[in-house]
């Protein structure tokens, strides 16, 4: 089966530690995206990479950190820095970055609470 | 800016009954608008797109959106609801910027379908 797998579907956290969310595609696609979703507002762009080794910020990367080490893996890190984050993480990836027509694709999404 | 807005929070249909969840962008140059579907603590489903071309697109599900360059406007419809079309939508629309492309996203509406 193609597609984007992230673990685990719940998780949590308490005040202080850093956490790790996996996500995973084998649909050999470029581009991968972390969203973060809070109720009531669309989804928030916390990065995304267009390459393996390569990654940039999005719209609120303040206390969050990502890897590409493998073109099929992105996992994003939630560092005691982030104040509020409690929320569903979805995981994405698309064919290429730049684009702009491509179709991104989600994963299952992982709901962290923080204790 | 650049922007999209989804004007209804929630929007309740009969089952039988046509539905429209509503969409507005505001982007420079070009549109290309997609709309994703999302059951409860799931990932987003792709439905449709456009791209250029056929103003009224057809998409998974039965679902067809309709563009509307004067308007600005990108609604999704059906012609029969079901129960199970009960879900969050969310509509997003592709943000210009330099060399890559990022998705701007509406805040969700969500559709309530009564038997």
């Known amino acids: 089966d193609g597609g984007i797998t992230q673990s685990p579907k719940y998780l949590f956290r308490k005040e202080g530690q850093n956490v790790t969310l996996s996500c995973e595609q084998n649909l050999n696609h470029d581009a991968m995206y972390w969203y973060r979703q809070d109720p009531g507002q669309g989804l928030r762009l916390i990065y995304y990479s267009q390459i393996v080794n390569d990654f940039q910020k999005g719209d609120i990367a303040e206390g969050y950190s990502v890897s590409r080490e493998k073109k099929e893996s992105f996992p994003l890190t939630v560092t005691s820095a982030q104040k509020n984050p409690t929320a569903f993480y979805l995981c994405?990836?698309?064919?290429?970055?730049?684009?702009?027509?491509?179709?991104?694709?989600f994963g299952p999404g992982t709901r962290l609470t923080v204790l | 800016a650049q922007s999209v807005a989804q004007p209804e929070d929630q929007v309740n249909v009969a089952e039988g009954n046509p539905l429209t969840v509503k969409c507005t962008y505001s982007?420079?140059?070009?549109?290309?608008l997609f709309w994703y579907v999302q059951y409860p603590n799931r990932g987003l489903q792709f439905l449709l797109k456009y791209i250029t071309g056929d103003n009224l697109v057809k998409g998974s599900y039965g679902f067809e959106a309709e563009f509307n360059k004067s308007q600005t406007s990108f609604h999704l419809k059906k012609p029969s609801a079901l129960v199970s079309d009960s879900a969050l939508y969310f509509c997003?629309?592709?943000?210009?910027?330099?060399?890559?492309?990022?998705?701007?996203w509406g805040a969700g509406t969500k559709l309530i379908i009564k038997p």
């Open positions: 994405a990836s698309s064919q290429r970055l730049a684009g702009r027509t491509d179709t991104q694709y």
């Open positions: 982007v420079s140059g070009n549109p290309y």
């Open positions: 997003a629309v592709v943000k210009n910027m330099d060399s890559n492309y990022q998705l701007i």
